[in-house]
């Protein structure tokens, strides 16, 4: 069965520090792999998404993440958070002929100054 | 260009009752998603619509059922609520079926079953 896992439900980081998010996934085969951002009272945001190719992708407001095969990750990076990255972000994936996003449960990001 | 738009905002209903959701999609978007999002959880899909026919469905029993217009515009129908329908319910557009196109998501309705 398909499964998106994001082992940290709630990250606190220094504005300014580094930042990585966690995500795990089991499919079937390699899917393809986003990470949307949710603000309290929002609908949910595309940060960044990986189809093929090179395996670092670069998004929206300085997000990078990086798809490791061997691992089944998709981890989140940011060199360098700002207090308005404070959000839920949510890892999906979805089979390339599918029709329905697998989330992960989320990680709640507070940014402290 | 309009975004996706989902009305309304909130609403709270009794157990038992049946409760109407409405999306517009992105325009020139033919396919539209369903999920619902429980307190603390990620979105879990509900169903798809796809040039106004049913386009693959969650794990979700018959009493959520839905409907996509000709403007591709949909709604979501819930009857016999129950308090585990709680729940943010978000609408994403895509220009077309299929896991390439990205999925725009409205704000989401949130219902309060009690």
């Known amino acids: 069965a398909q499964s998106v896992t994001q082992p940290d439900i709630h990250i606190t980081v220094s504005e300014g520090a580094s930042l990585e998010l966690r995500c795990n996934y089991s499919y079937g085969a390699t899917p393809y792999l986003f990470w949307y951002v949710q603000s309290p009272g929002q609908g949910l945001q595309l940060l960044l998404k990986?189809?093929?190719?090179?395996?670092l992708v670069q998004g929206i407001k300085g997000f990078e993440a990086e798809f490791k095969r061997s691992q089944s990750s998709f981890n989140l990076r940011k060199p360098s958070v700002h207090w308005s990255d404070a959000a839920e972000y949510f890892c999906a994936v979805i089979h390339t002929t599918g029709n329905q996003f697998y989330f992960g449960t989320g990680t709640s990001l507070t940014v402290i100054p | 260009e309009t975004g996706v738009t989902q009305s309304p905002t909130h609403l709270i209903k009794t157990r038992g009752q049946q409760v109407t959701l409405r999306c517009s999609s992105q325009s020139g978007h033919n396919t539209v998603s369903w999920y619902q999002q429980a307190l603390g959880q990620g979105p879990q899909f509900i169903f798809q619509y796809y040039r106004e026919e049913e386009n693959g469905r969650g794990n979700f029993p018959p009493r959520f059922s839905g409907l996509q217009f000709p403007n591709y515009s949909s709604e979501l129908n819930v009857n016999a609520l129950e308090l585990d329908d709680s729940a943010l319910y978000l609408c994403?557009?895509?220009?077309?079926?299929?896991?390439?196109?990205?999925?725009?998501f409205g704000p989401g309705t949130r219902l309060t079953v009690t």
């Open positions: 990986y189809f093929s190719g090179d395996t």
């Open positions: 994403a557009s895509s220009p077309q079926r299929g896991g390439a196109y990205e999925q725009y």
